[in-house]
T-cell receptor, first 112, second 116 residues
Framework: QKEVEQNSGPLSVPEGAIASLNCTYS??????FFWYRQYSGKSPELIMF????GDKEDGRFTAQLNKASQYVSLLIRDSQPSDSATYLC????????????FGRGTSLIVHP | GAVVSQHPSRVICKSGTSVKIECRSL??????MFWYRQFPKKSLMLMAT?????????EQGVEKDKFLINHASLTLSTLTVTSAHPEDSSFYIC????????????FGPGTRLTVL
């Protein structure tokens, strides 16, 4: 059984701070890692994907992958109230024919 | 990013009727589409995986005769909820993945189904 674990939160951070969201996974064969943002009542939106160990930066977002420790994290710098949402981690084996496994999501609240 | 549309966005129907939800990839060809269901404040639940031109693969516990999936073209998949009951009321979301070798899924905006 492939598992993707996330702390459900809520994680509360003040505006302007760094929000750190973590995700661990059980399948060592996993090669593709995704972070989605889901606002209440809306569908998920892809914000980052990462395939290689290390950091990947895109604007205020940084994804960090450590395959040896089987975790992937998402850092949000200069957090804004508009970042308040549920963040879903998804993990898949590579190749395009594999079904990603989603975590239950972490609720982030950025307060002014 | 790739765009996926869903129609309708919201539907209210009477118990016992059938409802069809369309999922379209607008600017790419989707060899694989996924159908999810999400109850309020709960996580995404994968219902089925649909590959163009073949039968859908349903997750354990999902009734294939109740949730009919058709993926007739590379840009369109449909989910039909047959003989809907109030417990089928949920947020149904499709996602699409581009050609083999690309892993990113792009989600449609979702369809909120309310069965009276």
């Amino acid at each position: 059984q492939k598992e993707v674990e996330q702390n459900s939160g809520p994680l509360s951070v003040p505006e302007g701070a760094i929000a750190s969201l973590n995700c661990t996974y059980s399948d060592r064969g996993s090669q593709s890692f995704f972070w989605y943002r889901q606002y209440s009542g809306k569908s998920p939106e892809l914000i980052m994907f990462i395939y290689s160990n290390g950091d990947k930066e895109d604007g205020r977002f940084t994804a960090q992958l450590n395959k040896a420790s089987q975790y992937v994290s998402l850092l949000i710098r200069d957090s804004q109230p508009s970042d308040s949402a549920t963040y879903l981690c998804a993990v898949a084996a590579s190749g395009g024919s594999y079904i990603p496994t989603f975590g239950r999501g972490t609720s982030l609240i950025v307060h002014p | 990013g790739a765009v996926v549309s869903q129609h309708p966005s919201r539907v209210i129907c009477k118990s016992g009727t059938s409802v069809k939800i369309e999922c379209r990839s607008l600017d790419f060809q989707a060899t694989t589409m996924f159908w999810y269901r999400q109850f309020p404040k709960k996580s995404l639940m994968l219902m089925a995986t649909s590959n163009e031109g073949s039968k859908a693969t349903y997750e354990q516990g999902v009734e294939k005769d109740k949730f009919l999936i058709n993926h007739a073209s590379l840009t369109l998949s449909t989910l039909t909820v047959t003989s809907a009951h109030p417990e089928d009321s949920s947020f149904y979301i499709c996602s699409a993945r581009e050609s083999q070798g690309r892993d990113e899924q792009f989600f449609g905006p979702g369809t909120r189904l309310t069965v009276l």
